[in-house]
């Protein structure tokens, strides 16, 4: 079981993600923004970050470029309703592991989960 902070602003996509990453045997901390999430990385250390890349405040790709900023080394998987080609590129030299569309395959999410954790390790 690994520690997983989910950021995401929709409440009902935190549901249906974190149904899914309990139902992997995972706890999950939730957070609705990259500035929380942040936050949350002062006093917590999960074993991976999930993130939204939609979001108000600050946005995934913000996130991603202030966890870089800080040497950040916890795996992060990006997950988006954005469909925009270049997305994907971004978030990877940003230093994502992956980036799936919303909403994610159960068993897709879930074997990235796996590597993430096992490569993070």
Known sequence: MATIIHVDDSSFS??????????????????DSGKSAL?????????????????????????LEALRDRGNTIPVIMVTADVQKDTEAICLGLGALALFNKPPNE???????????????
């Open 14 to 31: 935190r549901l249906q993600i974190g149904k899914t990453l309990k139902k992997g045997g995972h706890e999950v901390i939730q957070a």
């Open 39 to 63: 936050e949350l990385l002062q006093t917590t250390v999960p074993e991976l970050i999930i993130s939204d890349i939609l979001m108000p405040e600050m946005d995934g790709i913000a996130f």
């Open 107 to 121: 068993n897709d999410l879930l074997a990235a989960v796996a590597r993430a954790i096992t490569e993070g390790a």
